[in-house]
T-cell receptor
Framework: GAVVSQHPSRVICKSGTSVKIECRSL??????MFWYRQFPKQSLMLMAT?????????EQGVEKDKFLINHASLTLSTLTVTSAHPEDSSFYIC???????????????FGPGTRLTVL | AQKITQTQPGMFVQEKEAVTLDCTYD???????LFWYKQPSSGEMIFLIY??????QNATEGRYSLNFQKARKSANLVISASQLGDSAMYFC??????????????FGTGTRLQVTL
């Protein structure tokens, strides 16, 4: 299947710093990318949806100035957590949807996730 | 209201036995898709199986099958011949609004499956 990579896989930072997470679709062009957040033992919560070349659409309750999303190309999206605080510590997962249909649905592939710890 | 409900926070099954993980959903959209994903402790989300709302047959993928009961709005995952490697978190998810590229996945709270010897 298609591969989506995320970098870094783990990051520890001090409170007040900004952290950038990259999400790349390695062997396909992703028309749409999604960013999720997952707290321990909880479900995935969609943060935002981004389409290449346009502004991201954020879910209700997600601060767009706090979580900056850039979808600069069909293979790269970045999430920047600005002025991170301990409550931003979480597992962040990106997902990329192929523009190719499998016949019944557009396949969506997930990255391996990034564990962010803010001290 | 919850769009996806998984009522079993944890399940145990013996190796080689079958297990059913429950999922009910709520939507008024006639066109939707239902997905099951597996999340091992490493964190990656692994796609298992898909069922479209207009599909007449229950979906099957190897040892996974989806028991789709449209009138009851349920989409239970059946894993046959469980293996130790099946131990993981399992999420049911729904995509509404057709199969377009912008439609979003909504996840349930998950079921942790433990396969025992």
């Amino acid at each position: 299947g298609a591969v989506v990579s995320q970098h870094p896989s783990r990051v520890i930072c001090k409170s007040g710093t900004s952290v950038k997470i990259e999400c790349r679709s390695l062997d396909f062009q992703a028309t749409t990318m999604f960013w999720y957040r997952q707290f321990p033992k909880q479900s995935l919560m969609l943060m935002a949806t981004s389409n290449e070349g346009s502004k991201a659409t954020y879910e209700q309750g997600v601060e767009k100035d706090k979580f900056l999303i850039n979808h600069a190309s069909l293979t790269l999206s970045t999430l920047t957590v600005t002025s991170a605080h301990p409550e931003d510590s979480s597992f962040y997962i990106c997902s990329a949807r192929s523009h190719r249909s499998s016949g019944r649905f557009y396949e969506q592939f997930f990255g391996p996730g990034t564990r962010l710890t803010v001290l | 209201a919850q769009k996806i409900t998984q009522t079993q926070p944890g399940m145990f099954v013996q190796e080689k036995e079958a297990v059913t993980l429950d999922c009910t959903y709520d939507t008024s959209d006639p066109s939707y898709g239902l997905f099951w994903y597996k999340q091992p402790s490493s964190g990656e989300m692994i796609f298992l199986i898909y069922q479209g709302s207009y599909d007449q047959q229950n979906a099957t993928e190897g040892r996974y099958s989806l028991n789709f009961q449209k009138a009851r709005k349920s989409a239970n995952l059946v894993i046959s011949a469980s293996q130790l490697g099946d131990s993981a978190m399992y999420f049911c998810a729904m995509r509404e609004g057709g199969t377009g590229t912008a439609s979003k996945l909504t996840f349930g709270t998950g079921t942790r499956l433990q396969v025992t010897l």
